[in-house]
Structures are given as structure tokens and as C-alpha cells.
């Protein structure tokens, strides 16, 4: 099977505007960056650091491809080859979060060319491409469907946002107050915390997890962007959560509280001091993670005002939605072991799922 060969897939693309549209392998970091943040369509999933906490802690191989109109970028997709010999190979944009994709500021041609580029490249290296995408786009591609990601409005600020969630969900989190849970913000020094109980809370539902470096390669990416959530009772920490900033939205794509406090509103309590959290840095929208509409969670993040979105995957080819009756069997399997030993075998499969 070939290599990806990528340093220019599509040398060029329709002339609407009088000038070729080409795409390259992007090395600048920083015109990058520069480009998703001002671009309406950047999201976190877009940033050049992605590129390099995936390489690092799994090490695929990445691909961060430009398109450029006269000297100009106009048009990013940063993509990566994930490889696993159980799972086999998947191009994606961008594994292990909910969105990804072309990043083009609405240029039609810097869309076109980028996806062409994906295209032969995902043939070149006989993986399937998905592109994770936000918002649907005029791509020959299937979409799956299946997810949406739950977004709250903050707007009005904390009384305003604080009104608009259920009263049994405020309740849990007077609860959680009156049991004397508290919530602090950190960095890096807090990886192991978070680590810990996610590694719990992931075997319990029959998961395998993300490597610790994963976390710690995230966290010193992304700097003052990327921020951990812990939550206490008395000493110990019983919740814990990955907050990512971008623009003036801030995501939780990784949350988990440890089910032995559940009783004590722990769940909850992490879910609004997020929020609140989110408020204090100037977002204007809190994203609570994707979900599969009608699920607990679904209906959970409901209950605190959000509202859903639907994610456009190009190109996944049908509904990874599905459990088919072995994987559940695994699953039921994963849960009886020590989270230890989960833990431990967890990271060696996590890395091969884009998803």
C-alpha cells in the first residue's frame, strides 16, 4: 500500500476569482492560527497544536494542508492518518473531537481545492476520509448524522443563564454546595487529577481511554486555553473536566465525576461551575459536548437550556451510532475489569478510534 505522498495534492482549482487556488503542506504555525481565529468557521478542533498532540502522544502521521490564492492563505485542513491493526487506517478531521473539517472563511475555491486534495489523498493511502464539520457544505460526500453537539446561550450572564436551567438541575447544585463540594481551576499540575477520574469513570462504562499524555500534551499545547476542572469533596477529588477555549466559545469535551458521588450533586456541580467558569472568561456560548439525540445525555444537557447542533460528518459512510452485538459484549467485558488493568490496556486501543 502506498504513503501518503501530499506536499501539494491539487496544485490547482477552479478560477473564479483570475487566479489558482494551490495547496500546500503548511509549516508557519503562527499564519495558521491567525487564519482560524478570524476565519467564522474556526473552531479549537482547527488549531496548529492539534496537529502536534496527536503526533506526539500516538504518533500518526498529520497532514496540515493549506490553500493558497496569490501569496494569500485562504482556506486550511488539518488532517491525520490514523492507524491501528485492529481498526485499520482513517483520515480524519479531527480525530477524538466532535468537529474538524475545511476551515475557509466561505472561499469557494479554497473549499474546493482542499477537499479534492483530502480526497486523493485519502485514496492514495486506501483510508476512508471524514471530515467533521459543523455546519452542513455542498460536498459529493455522505453525511452521517448521527451526533449533535449541546450548546448554551450565555448571554444575559450568570443570573440570566442560572434562570434558564431546570430547578431539578439548580437543585442538585445547591445540593452539591450544602454538601461542601468545591471547584478550583488549574493547569498542567492537574493532569494526573484528571487522569484519574476519568480513567475510573471510562471503565466503568466499558471504554477504553485516551493515554495520560494525551491530557498533559493537550494542556501544554493550548496554554492558558486549555484548562482542567477540579471538583472536591473535603480533600479528595471526585469530578474533574477538560475546558478549550476558542474565540468566545469555550467547549468540555472531556468530563467525568466519579459515580460513587453521584448522591452528593458532584455531576452537576461540575457542569455549572464550567459554565460559570465560561462566564468569568467572557464566552459568549458554552458547548457541553456532542451527543446522540434522544440518549440520557442528550436529555440531560437539556435540562440545562442547551440546545442542539447538528454535526455533519462527511464521508464516515453510515452510522457509527451502531453497537453491533459483539462490541456490546466487550463492552459488558471492559466494565468487570480493574481500572488498572483497564487503564492500562484502554490506551493502547483509544489511539487507534478517530472516533
Known amino acids: 500500500m502506498s504513503q501518503l505522498r501530499g506536499t501539494e495534492a491539487v ?128 460536498y459529493a460526500l455522505p453525511a452521517s448524522t448521527h451526533k449533535v453537539t449541546m450548546t448554551l446561550d450565555l448571554a444575559g450572564g450568570e443570573p440570566a443563564v442560572w434562570q434558564r436551567i431546570k430547578s431539578n438541575r439548580r437543585g442538585q447544585v445547591r445540593k452539591a454546595q450544602r454538601n461542601g463540594l468545591t471547584a478550583e481551576i488549574a493547569g498542567p499540575e492537574a493532569v494526573d487529577a484528571l487522569f484519574s477520574v476519568l480513567a475510573t469513570n471510562m471503565r466503568d462504562l466499558g471504554s477504553p481511554m485516551h493515554r495520560r499524555s494525551f491530557f498533559r500534551n493537550t494542556v501544554l ?11 472536591r469533596h473535603e480533600a479528595e477529588v471526585v469530578g474533574a473536566g477538560l475546558l478549550l477555549a476558542h474565540g468566545d466559545s469555550m467547549v468540555l469535551p472531556f468530563s467525568s465525576a466519579l459515580r460513587s458521588t453521584f448522591s452528593l450533586g458532584t455531576n452537576q456541580f461540575l457542569y455549572w461551575e464550567a459554565v460559570r467558569y465560561a462566564l468569568a472568561c467572557g464566552c459568549r456560548l458554552f458547548d457541553f459536548g456532542r451527543s446522540s439525540p434522544g440518549s440520557g445525555t442528550f436529555e440531560a444537557k437539556r435540562e440545562w437550556a442547551a440546545e442542539p447542533v447538528q454535526l455533519y460528518w462527511y464521508g464516515s459512510g453510515g452510522d457509527a451510532a451502531e453497537i453491533s452485538r459483539p462490541r456490546q459484549l466487550a463492552v459488558r467485558a471492559w466494565q468487570r475489569l480493574p481500572v488498572p488493568v483497564a487503564t492500562a490496556g484502554g490506551h493502547l486501543i483509544r489511539g487507534g478510534l478517530p472516533k
Do not use: K, N, Q
Open 221 to 231: 499545547a493550548l496554554g492558558d486555553d486549555a484548562r482542567i476542572l477540579l471538583v
Open 11 to 138: 496544485p490547482e482549482a477552479p478560477r473564479r476569482s483570475g487566479r489558482a487556488t494551490v495547496v500546500r503542506r503548511w509549516t508557519d504555525g503562527a499564519s495558521w492560527d491567525a487564519f482560524v481565529a478570524a476565519a467564522p468557521d474556526g473552531t479549537v478542533a482547527h488549531r496548529w497544536p492539534w496537529l502536534r498532540v496527536v503526533a506526539e502522544t500516538y504518533g500518526h502521521p498529520t497532514f496540515a494542508l493549506g490553500a493558497v490564492r496569490g501569496g494569500t492563505l485562504t482556506g486550511v485542513l488539518p488532517l491525520v492518518l490514523v492507524r491501528s491493526r485492529i481498526f485499520g487506517r482513517h483520515l480524519v478531521s479531527m480525530p477524538y473531537l466532535d468537529c474538524g473539517g475545511i476551515c475557509s472563511a466561505g472561499d469557494a475555491d479554497a473549499e474546493e481545492a482542499l477537499l479534492a486534495s483530502a480526497v486523493a489523498m485519502a485514496a492514495d493511502a486506501g483510508a476512508p476520509l471524514e471530515l467533521r464539520h459543523r455546519t452542513p457544505r455542498p
